[in-house]
């Protein structure tokens, strides 16, 4: 009997595997769990499920859960109308602790056993029963749970970075997802799945709209089209946000103007608020990218970004909207170090803002490198919430094809401390509202998302997309255990798999920095579609475009030198954070080339000289990938074919080109410094003019 | 125990069910069949396939079968090596009669029962196994198979037309599945399943760019692009192709200039094919759009469409290449009816190609309309092959979002008489060769395939790839048989199912007709992108892109003379064929304002008038998806949730699209007539103001 069963359960295994694992279903495969005792206690354990009461939000949830457990425990989970029998209870509490948001998970042991999911509103219950769901597929014994949770930061957003054709701009993963001409009549399945997945993780806000904006998103129709997108999100806990292109009562309006401080340019912004609101009564919000790049603005109008920001702000706030309002500016004008412009121009506006607005850092100076030092506006403007942008996609990454995990990336900002108030001053906290006492909070992630069949084109690039969202909601959670639970949820339980998936993933970012950008080296990429290396890179019109620009590499040294010798970048931290990398023999060597410029003879910790450490980095690089393919290698017992071959392939991809990076960039650095590459490392295999001859017309992302 | 059975089957089906049905496996789906008698037969019959040989293809094949009829019995088949004990026999044969990709099917009933798949080449067999597998799928009994199945058309391609960063032009699935930036690095597990679709249905050439032509795709680093691609679907006997930009030389190899005559041009050309073929030995060869719609050609050079041909044929013919050169063609000078200027551009050339030249000419005279005459080219150029271009990707019927079947279209036309050789010379004999003895022959479809998860956009407009490859195969198909293939192998064999789906199927089409383009109205859409009702456009600069131009309407009347008396485009085709049409009292109504100008109060056949017979007719082709929104939901308990509601789903946008096209059409022509809609029909829900003022900026597929 046991026998037939057994060959029965693999002859339906062998059928399903007819469907191939294409990624679609992300870290929510729900597939049956192998047999664990944990797994068979909950298995024996779980059978029903009650939801008190009723709501779209609960009708999710169960078919969520009842999809989930079913998958997972490999039997038929239902639903009962009997709280008293059931095995899992879900229904609300009045509980001060968990906030608008949190639950709780109690494996109750007095009476009949049972789990109860607790929590305030429909929504943290539906991120309780997720996180119940996570705790099974991460293979978390059952029964004996007590859990509190809630998120310690309020707006947990993705920024779409879509154009309304539908082109996504830095996007690797295929076209938007957001298929705006179809919308309203034609809601695709994947708007649910990509509200359920963000829910998963907790993040309950998205911007539809490019930060390059266009105002034709503000129409009527398109407008019928955003709201189609918020009634289908709504249920998931999922906000919308737009774009506002602060021209937009000029181009849209027929006004002759776009000043903020103009009473019609206002009464526009408030009708057209009031307009979406009346579609939409619990939208989000606008975010603004304002004379910045090209973006119109305030400035246009001798009006400040405060002027521009409240006056949004006021627009919305009778909603309880909010602005995000973007500090990535840079001028056209000032030949400044462009690392100083975002703080020269936010700094002075601290507490100029009104409550319902939130400027957006992006985690840097600079924009998204694979290192940079966190951006010191983090903790410079205590009477303003400051919202953190990181970027899911990877621009400066290794875009589509390179493996690389970015958690290590977010905790080494979110860790950082700007010493604002002392010792202890975390980038966290002052993106938590804790140091500074702020109610109103963000993370936002520019999304990885395309129309790929598995979203974000890597199959590891998923884990991004997760941990922005489990960061979120939980800034002290390490790189370490966000990687363990995507791993187990996307890839398996099998523990030799998690460890190795787990030591690629750590790993990866570091080695990432060392075959592109080691030692502090930054925007060194090619132009325009930034991809690939261009370090002799100075073409552009704009100086601060340029690679030269950035590593002022010469026949002595090479580095920026941003202390008071220099752009005097350093005096925007604060002294104790400055104290870090002021001095060019105690700076730490991951950002020294950020800060000082160094002779190429300069001994390094290692003994070496720069141009050797520069040279030894480049090839660690080289050797991580190399070490990542034998890694991914070692498991194809235990992966899909199908996702193994996907990997496999990537990770080819990736060495030759961190080998392209490492010997591109080296050419180019022993030509300039006229040191040849020590004995012992790798020659490059072309010379410097071919290097410098490769072309990328059709490179992804760049824009139109 | 059966009990048992039955319980755990279900449980695996409810776990499988958790991948949801997303139309990615279009019609090779090979779930479990019905237990009907045919299948128990066949299940019973069939545990074991033999494969005599070895080869790349029959490694497919090998897969595909092993994979198919274990999904399709739900029970495990395995390859063995004794052909003798083999229930299915995969084997040379040396049949003259099968051609080089023809097979044989027969069920074998001396001695021991097998069914043995017999071809000269492997890529019959692979043809042969893909036959049986269809025959399975379609509740085919296999007990009793005498079947020999030869195309009868040599060249079956497929044309993208794809750009190299992705944008497909007419694309309404997403963006290009060909994804060069990470070719040739990275093989999309979507490339091997688009050669196997392509396979089962017998399409042998795919042509992977647009012929809007790009030289970049003639450098080395994208050959190499070209050649992964090449190798990944050699196995399924799947050749490419190219397009060739005709100024290339200029461009990629720096010449003065791309005269045809010209000994560097030859030369430039001749080493390209060389460098190609040494990268590519099967490669197919190029097709050419010259001089038409902004090309570059050999007119440029004042030298003749049959010169620019020739040079590039002569460059792959010691490879055994082929030119495959558009007639496409109208001037930007001549103020001739579009209709005429193919013809007259082509015509004369008859018999100045070379063998290996094939002028490819669209189904109609104008472009792709959904109803248009056969072109008059066809049967017009004995000593050419003139291969047949239908466009699979809906430009003029409906886009992403309308259900047409087109292989009613395709019949229409390949079944139209074109008396070149008296009676019975119909398009269909022109194209496969045998009214003028031409050994080259083809079909050529413009795909309809994107990076959507089910390749098409709309799950029935997989039928539409299906259809080009089966009428290519095999040309006196039906659309009812396609249709009914199609259906049970993409929906279910369930008879409700199959009917009601080929209803919809059948009558689909001419509905589309009835509600965008009745009684031979053609070309009155949107400008650029081609979306939507635009009776009223003559904003563009060319008279002949203009709706006005081509539906003629005025007070008196409506609709384009070309008689004698007119344009006299009907002289082009032979006095028989043109009688058809010549007399506007006995003109088919279907083609009549193609060839007419009639008076709105002329009497139609049904007793009315001009006038109401089209308000008839578009209310005719409103109903008609009204029809089939019900007919569809009479489906709902049988069809996936997913795909029923996609499908539901499109054709509400299908019905409120076919009011729009009703309404805006009826309304113009009832203001330029000053004719009122008669009693009865409903009346246009918005101002004909209204219609005009809509505008599309981000209507898909309109180029950049």
């Not at 978390?140 to 082109?167: F, Q, V």
């Not at 084109?457 to 363990?484: C, D, K, M, V």
């Not at 910790?605 to 720069?610: E, V």
């Amino acid at each position: 009997m046991k026998a037939i069963i057994l060959i029965l359960l693999l002859a339906a295994t062998a059928t399903a595997s007819v469907k191939a694992e294409d990624g679609y279903r992300l870290w929510l495969r729900y597939d049956p769990l192998p047999q664990t005792s944990a797994l068979l206690s909950s298995r024996q354990q779980i059978t029903t499920f009650f939801i008190q009461g009723q709501s779209p939000t609960l009708a999710v949830l169960s078919r969520e859960l009842s999809t989930g457990l079913s998958g997972l425990l490999n039997k038929e989970i239902t639903i009962t109308p009997a709280a008293a029998t059931a095995d899992i209870v879900i229904s609300k509490s009045n509980n001060e602790r968990l906030g608008t948001e949190g639950f709780s998970i109690i494996t109750s042991t007095t009476g009949r056993r049972q789990i109860r999911i607790s929590a305030n509103t429909d929504v943290g219950l539906l991120y309780g029963a997720f996180h119940f769901l996570r705790l099974l597929q991460t293979g978390h014994p059952t029964s004996n749970l007590n859990i509190t949770s809630k998120p310690g930061i309020r707006h947990r957003i993705l920024n779409h970075w879509d154009n309304l054709d539908r082109y996504v701009e830095r996007g690797y993963a295929g076209i938007s997802i957001f298929n705006w001409h179809t919308l309203p009549g034609y809601i695709d399945k994947r708007y649910i799945d990509y509200a359920r997945a963000n829910a998963s993780v907790g993040i309950n806000g998205t911007v539809l709209t490019n930060v390059n904006a266009n105002a034709y998103i503000l129409t009527p129709d398109y407008l019928l089209k955003v709201k189609a997108l918020a009634d289908a999100f709504r249920p998931y806990g999922l906000k919308v946000y737009l774009t506002a292109r602060f021209s937009a009562p000029m181009e849209m309006g027929g006004l002759k103007t776009a000043d903020p401080l103009d009473a019609d340019v206002k009464a526009w912004w408030n009708n057209k608020a009031k307009e979406i609101y009346q579609l939409i009564p619990d939208f989000g919000g606008f975010l603004v990218k304002a004379n910045s790049e090209g973006q119109p603005g305030p400035q246009d109008y001798q009006r400040t970004h405060a002027d521009g920001a409240n006056m949004l702000a006021d627009a919305v706030a009778p909603y309880n909207g909010i602005i995000m309002w973007r500090a990535f500016v840079y001028s056209h004008e000032t030949p400044e170090d462009r690392f100083k412009q975002a703080y020269n121009e936010f700094k002075p506006l601290d507490g100029q803002f009104r409550k319902n607005v939130m400027v957006q850092v992006k985690n840097g100076p600079i924009d998204f490198q694979p290192r940079e030092p966190f951006s010191p506006l983090f903790g410079a403007m205590p009477q303003t919430p400051v919202l953190m942008e990181f970027q899911l996609t990877q621009e400066y990454l290794g875009q589509g094809t390179h493996l690389a995990y970015e958690a290590p990336l977010f905790k080494e900002v979110l860790d950082a401390d700007t010493y604002a108030k002392g010792k202890g001053s975390t980038v966290a906290k002052v993106i938590n509202g804790s140091l500074y006492d702020h109610p109103l909070t963000g993370i936002a992630g520019v999304a990885n998302i395309g129309n790929d069949i598995n979203w974000c084109s890597h199959p590891f690039a998923q884990a991004n997309w997760y941990a922005l969202g489990r960061l979120a909601w939980n800034t002290a959670l390490s790189s370490e255990t966000i990687a363990e639970e995507w791993i187990k949820q996307t890839w398996s339980n099998n523990s030799k798999v998690v460890a190795v998936c787990k030591q690629m993933m750590l790993d990866s970012r570091e080695t990432l920095v060392n075959y592109m950008t080691p030692l502090g080296l930054h925007h060194i990429m090619g132009n325009g579609h930034h991809y690939g290396p261009l370090p002799w890179g100075k073409s552009l019109p704009r100086a601060d475009w340029n690679p030269v620009y950035y590593h002022r590499a010469d026949k002595a040294g090479i580095g920026f030198n941003r202390t008071a010798t220099g752009s005097n970048a350093l005096a925007q931290y604060t002294p104790e954070a400055a104290l870090l990398w002021r001095d060019s023999t105690t700076c730490d060597e991951k950002f020294l080339l950020w800060f000082h410029h160094i002779s190429w003879q300069r001994p390094m910790h290692s003994g070496r000289s720069l141009w050797e450490e520069l040279c030894y980095k480049y090839n660690e690089g080289v050797r991580g990938v190399k070490t990542m393919q034998q890694q991914w290698s070692s498991l194809q017992q235990y992966i899909d074919t199908e996702r193994f071959s996907q990997v496999q392939q990537l990770l080819t991809i990736q060495y030759n080109d961190a080998v392209w990076w490492r010997d591109a960039c080296l050419s180019y650095f022993s030509d300039i410094s006229g040191l040849a590459i020590p004995a012992g490392y790798e020659r490059p295999a072309q010379t410097l003019d071919h290097y410098k001859s490769l072309q990328f017309p059709y490179a992804p992302g760049n824009g139109k």
